[in-house]
């Protein structure tokens, strides 16, 4: 009996730690915390201490909702850094409820409907032989580029250029692409 107790445990150990680690393969670390492929962009962005400007501006741009959504969604998440980089006072600024429709124009612009990881935006840059335009939902272009082997690069509407420091952060609707920059329509 003892024998067959310790057996089953042992074997429920081992089914546990398996299951884990399946479970762990598809996370991504971001802002400290774990990225679960089975939660929404919403749910994981609460997590990540890297991503808290992000997340109140989606709060105060009403665009929770739309992110909780089904998707597919491919977000190119900006950093607290990318944020700190604005002229002094841009967030704070974008935040009021007075500029709500500026806040979503900006958000919105670094929202693409599909899901496209690192390898589906290698494949457009490679089919437009360099180069390659996404449409944003907030209705205007974006552009994609490599600058070398497994580094693509952003260029927003007025010509600046943002790099994806962490990529195919895979959620339940769609998929997050870590950017050190803010993008701005034109």
Known sequence: MKKLLCTALCSSL???????????SDTVMVGGAAMYPSKNIVENALNSKDHTTLVAA?????????????GPFTVFAPTNEA??????????????PENKAALTGVLTYHVVAGRYDMKQLEKK?????????????????????????????????????ANISTYDVYQKNGVINVI?????PK
């Open 14 to 24: 081992l089914f546990s730690s398996v299951s884990m680690a399946a479970m762990m």
């Open 180 to 184: 050190d920059s803010v993008l701005l």
């Open 125 to 161: 840059i490679k089919e437009g032989h360099g180069t390659a335009e996404l449409q944003t939902v907030n209705g205007q272009p974006l552009w994609i580029m490599n600058n070398g082997p497994h580094n693509i690069q952003l260029k927003d509407g007025q010509g600046h250029i």
């Open 58 to 70: 989606v709060k105060a741009a009403g665009l929770v909702d739309t992110l909780q959504g089904a």
């Open 83 to 96: 944020f700190a980089k604005l002229p002094a006072g841009t967030v704070d600024t974008l935040l009021k």
